[in-house]
């Protein structure tokens, strides 16, 4: 009989989430190649990253939990785009007053918070290179990405919290697509942390290198509107 998920992670079925994490932290630090002399059982590495891809998600692991007799993961469901909300074409001082509106109350507080997750990552990254396998370091680390999670959702909340004007939709499709880069690369500095694979690592540096980039054109074209 094959390996529950659970025993995989070498947890009980009723562990709660940080349990779950600690003890794949655990077993991906155990078995990780820098560990053992650059060897490692790669099935095993696959199966302990596949455990942890069902039960560190809550609707995945309440469906395997569902059909617990499976022992299958149960792929992601692919999410759809946010829709950018737009308003019909105005003109005048209505426009003006609505694009003033939207700059102060929407690009420019995404913009700072975009900043507060970019800016300190080179200094979090030259602070974990000192050991990346010493636990107080990478503590610090994944403070650091927690926070940038926080970050995210204040900025999706601000991002929907009015329709941009039609006048200036490209700015606002470029602010999501920088949004968007933000995100992922955030979602590849997790999971460096959860297995310490520094080709995520790499990944998200170059994810928010992208997003600074767009970030700049983006506020040339902001500026030209003022």
């Not at 990780?32 to 998600?57: F, Q, T």
Request: aromatic letters at 10%; charged letters at 25%; one cysteine or more.
């Amino acid at each position: 009989m094959s390996e529950t998920h659970y025993q995989v992670l070498q947890v009980s079925p009723q562990a709660t989430a940080d349990e779950i994490k600690q003890s794949y932290r655990r077993l991906a630090k155990k078995f990780h190649p820098d560990v053992n002399g650059g060897k490692a059982n790669a099935d095993l590495i696959i199966k302990i990253n596949a455990a942890y891809e069902v039960l560190g998600d809550q609707q995945q692991r309440r469906a395997y939990d569902y059909l617990s007799d499976s022992g299958v993961a149960i792929p992601r469901q692919q999410q759809s785009a946010a829709h950018i909300p737009r308003r019909p074409r105005t003109v005048g001082r209505e426009l003006d007053e609505e694009l003033i509106l939207w700059l102060n109350q929407v690009y420019q507080p995404i913009n700072r918070t975009i900043n507060w997750i970019i800016k300190p990552l080179k200094t979090q990254i030259h602070e974990l290179s000192a050991d990346p396998f010493d636990d107080e370091l990478m503590g610090n680390f994944e403070a650091y990405v927690t926070q940038c999670h926080q970050h995210l959702q204040k900025i999706d909340k601000i991002f929907h919290s009015m329709p941009n004007p039609s006048l200036i939709a490209e700015i606002a499709a470029n602010l999501y697509y920088t949004i968007n880069q933000v995100s992922d690369g955030v979602k590849e500095l997790n999971f460096y942390i959860m297995n310490y694979d520094e080709s995520y690592l790499h990944d998200g540096i170059e994810m928010f290198k992208i997003a600074a980039q767009l970030q700049k054109e983006t506020n040339k074209k902001v500026k030209s509107y003022k």
